[in-house]
């Protein structure tokens, strides 16, 4: 509770004027209304009533500190600093008279010994000078924004008469399109009426080609089926019989050491001896596989006693090498590491190299030998009226495809100007020159890339892919025009898609600022442009 004071004291420890408001110390002039000093005081938070007298006499009694604004008495009291000149300031009333100047104007020591003089002029004066310049590029900006908007809405305007002008031109590329399409139908009607008889003899020649090279080939195992035959015919009297056959270990498929009858009958068949003629037809087809097996194995028995052989030619040397150390150190030599599987391994590596080179050299000659066969001039393929109607559907087919790109060209620009003209370019179109044009900026590690109403992207300095930040999405909503959304851009690893909010500032520049990543994979662009210099006012009177 506190005790009374007098008027005097009242009015000049604890009210202060200023804009003509008088109000208790502390108090800002928004809040001096809810002090009246002809009536009781109501604690903020509406749990006491008190004497108007007990404000600011240094004893706390409301809960919320409201009724000491202007002394540190409450503990979690605010005193307001008007610090005309520079920035008003509330700081925490624990502040108030505690030897420090936290006020520009002083006002918070106003019982203490310290001198705090009024530096909020000094301290105003770079804030008013920077907040001057803004205003300057401001109201410059405003002024270039003035012309955007008129490109802007130029841009619409010319965007629609394309438009117009396109979808005539989509229509007359049509027609030609269809025009070239029958031209052509037709002539290659004539085209395909001619050339049916070189297509007969075409497929004449290559029946003949394949029937040729079918006999060629039963030549071919014709011989190498009477090579077998005769190392078959022990007694040489032009048969062989199943007897025969069972000299021949290689048909022991069991490994019996005998040749039973069975094991031939596959190549026999019913029959107890067989001619060559019988032998080709018969037995061949079913031998041919069996011996085309035998012949692999042979090759890898082969392979395997050459390196037999190799293996033990090494050790030879390696035990002829370890006598010779023997008798040089007179003493028991150390341990001789055995031949290296990999070794082996490298050495057969090697061996397959230089027979790789060495097929290449044979490709490139028979490739040398058919480019100079290609370069052999052939007599003309087809009579003079068949190639001029080849000539000419050639040409028709060229006109009919030019035809087509010409209606996909138009369609496509079409499509191009249709999506423009659904993106929102600013609510005077002041935004619209930017479509088309991109901005970067280097940071230490990438290059980022802001192609307004299109893509962000960000490259590595030192060379790389680039990765897209985002596809033009839209403007924040709530941001009035002041920040534009781009998203699904390049998945994250681990995580979402990229997106990327581009900060729009007012500059007399077009330029893009700088660009950080608050959160992994969400970066923030900023970017200064002249059609963000819009003053309030001017914005109103537009509007209006
Ligand atoms: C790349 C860049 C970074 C991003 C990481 C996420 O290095 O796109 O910006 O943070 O990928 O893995």
Redesign the pocket.
């Known amino acids: 509770m506190s005790g009374f004071v007098t008027l005097g004291v009242l009015f000049s420890s604890i009210w202060l004027t200023s804009s003509d408001v008088l109000r208790p110390r502390g108090v800002s002039l928004m809040r001096a209304s809810l002090y009246q000093p002809a009536s009781e005081f109501t604690c903020f938070d509406g749990s006491l009533t008190i004497p108007f007298s007990y404000v600011n006499d240094d004893y706390c009694d409301c809960q919320d500190s409201s009724d000491e604004p202007g002394t540190s008495a409450c503990p979690n009291g605010t005193f307001h600093c008007m610090n005309i000149g520079f920035a008003a300031k509330d700081i925490p009333s624990s502040r108030v008279n505690d030897g420090i100047c936290d006020c520009c104007d002083g006002t918070d020591e106003y019982k203490s010994k310290k001198h705090c003089p009024d530096t909020c002029y000094e301290e105003g004066r770079s804030a008013r000078e920077e907040a001057e310049r803004l205003a300057e590029i401001q109201k410059q900006g405003n002024t270039i924004r003035e012309q955007l908007v008129i490109k802007g809405k130029q841009l619409k305007e010319e965007k629609k008469v394309r438009l117009e002008q396109l979808a005539k031109e989509e229509q007359e590329a049509e027609a030609i399109k269809e025009e070239k399409d029958e031209l052509k139908s037709r002539i290659e009607a004539m085209e395909n009426a001619a050339l049916k008889k070189y297509r007969e003899i075409e497929e004449k020649e290559r029946e003949e080609r394949e029937k040729q090279e079918k006999e060629e080939e039963r030549k071919r195992e014709w011989e190498e089926a009477k090579h077998h035959f005769k190392t078959f015919d022990l007694n040489k009297d032009g048969k062989i019989t199943k007897e025969e056959l069972q000299h021949f270990s290689e048909f022991d498929l069991n490994k019996d050491n005998q040749v039973a009858e069975d094991e031939i009958n596959a190549y026999m068949g019913e029959m107890a001896e067989l001619n060559v003629e019988d032998f080709f037809e018969k037995s061949w087809p079913n031998l041919k596989p069996f011996i085309r097996h035998l012949q692999k194995e042979a090759q890898r028995a082969e392979e395997a006693k050459k390196q037999a052989a190799q293996k033990e030619e090494y050790e030879k040397q390696q035990q002829l090498l370890k006598q010779q150390m023997e008798q040089m150190r007179g003493e028991v030599p150390e341990q001789i590491p055995e031949p290296q599987e990999d070794g082996d391994h490298e050495e057969e590596g090697e061996g397959d190299e230089e027979e790789e080179d060495h097929h290449e050299e044979e490709e490139t000659g028979r490739g040398e030998v058919e480019n100079v066969g290609a370069a052999t001039p052939h007599p003309p393929k087809y009579d003079e009226e068949t190639q001029r109607l080849i000539d000419e559907a050639n040409k028709a087919r060229e006109h009919f495809e030019e035809a087509d790109r010409n209606l996909r060209d138009i369609q496509r620009e079409r499509k191009q100007i249709e999506e423009a003209m659904e993106k929102d370019y600013g609510p005077h179109e002041e935004f619209a020159f930017l479509e088309g044009e991109c901005y970067e900026y280097t940071d230490r590690e990438y290059n980022y890339k802001l192609c307004p109403f299109d893509e962000t992207s960000?490259r590595p300095k030192n060379g790389g892919a680039e990765?897209k930040l985002g596809n033009w999405g839209k403007w924040l909503e709530d941001s009035n025009y002041s920040v534009m959304f781009y998203d699904r851009g390049h998945t994250?690893?681990n995580g979402p898609q990229r997106t990327t909010h581009v900060r729009i500032k007012c500059g007399l520049e077009n330029e893009l600022i700088s660009v950080t990543?608050p959160n992994?994979?969400e970066y923030l662009f900023e970017f200064l442009t002249p059609a963000a210099c819009v003053s309030h006012s001017k914005e109103l009177h537009d509007e209006l």
């Open positions: 960000q990765t994250c690893w990543e992994r994979c």
